[in-house]
């Protein structure tokens, strides 16, 4: 008999959907079909997985009936709030998730929230104990497929920007902040000049509204906009670095697998750091780096011309 498939709420932002790529792995290759609901733009950047993706609709009453028509059984909570929580057990799944915020009662598995580790580890102990594999250790890499058709997307942007095979993507925008302090290094600038100056084509891909702020963020850039998540994703996985605030952008490098720098100053390099071989972070909670730091690790994993 096949297993019944298990409804994943996804994460609400980018790079958690990136952290949790192999836990989403880990389903799979336990037999256990993955149907991701989640936000709209879910749908673009994992279209290159064999996976369905549904946008999940706005309401817990539409968001049950959504569950409901999947067929599944089973549900993991990617999500750690009450109502994604409600809808999935209104909807008679039975969910794997993590307890507070009231949701024990409503959790066929609730586990305790761990001590503080990687998101990369958190997702995949959840997926685990779903599927009765406790104790699996994630993999070294998040290992994003990406879809032809973003390929050719990323390709066409970027000859049409007379980009050539040589560049460095720079993410120097992330949303929110930490403590009510900005996650953004405020040297992306400087950076974008000290590379062009050594001879290396800059290129930056902004999100819907962010073209201006992309502009005066890194003068003298390519910037490509009006790109979607995925081809965004097929972009860094042609250059040969990005550098990134604690953002999404930086996650979606370490998820294609290029070298990659992260740039703290008020997240948790512990918990966020980019998940990947040839990432590393560069500064901690308690303050961001120096722009000698940032160029020595340029300088290691990606060395310019001359």
Request: contains cysteine; aromatic residues 6%.
């Amino acid at each position: 008999m096949t297993p019944c498939p298990v409804a994943v709420r996804l994460p609400n932002w980018v790079g958690d959907v990136c952290m949790a790529l192999p836990a989403l792995r880990l389903l799979a290759d336990s037999g256990r079909e993955p149907l991701l609901f989640g936000r709209g733009w879910a749908r673009d950047l994992l279209a290159g997985t064999p996976w369905k993706v549904e946008a999940l609709p706005r309401g817990w009453r539409a968001a049950a009936a959504a569950y409901r028509a999947s067929g599944a059984r089973d549900c993991l909570l990617l999500t750690n709030s009450f109502s994604s929580a409600w809808a999935a057990r209104w909807a008679g799944l039975a969910c794997c998730g993590h307890a507070g915020d009231w949701r024990r009662l409503l959790l066929a598995q609730a586990l305790p929230r761990p001590r503080p580790q990687h998101e990369v580890a958190t997702f995949h102990a959840l997926a685990a104990a779903l599927v009765g594999a406790n104790g699996a250790v994630p993999p070294a890499t998040l290992a994003l497929p990406l879809a032809p058709a973003h390929r050719d997307q990323a390709a066409a942007a970027l000859a049409q920007a007379g980009v050539g095979e040589r560049f460095t993507v720079l993410a120097p925008l992330a949303t929110g902040t930490i403590a009510g302090k900005p996650k953004v290094w405020p040297s992306f600038r400087l950076l974008c000049r000290m590379l062009r100056s050594a001879g290396e084509t800059v290129v930056a891909c902004p999100g819907p509204g962010e073209d201006a702020a992309i502009t005066a963020a890194l003068p003298g850039a390519v910037v490509l906009p009006g790109l979607g998540l995925g081809a965004y994703a097929a972009v860094c996985a042609r250059a040969r670095l990005v550098v990134a605030n604690d953002s999404g952008p930086m996650h979606l490098a370490a998820a294609v697998g290029v070298p990659v720098i992260g740039v703290f100053g008020v997240g948790d390099p512990g918990r966020t750091r980019p998940w990947s071989p040839t990432g590393v972070a560069v500064g901690s909670a308690l303050g961001w780096p120096t722009m000698q730091d940032v160029w020595q690790e340029i300088a290691r994993l990606a060395p310019l011309r001359g």
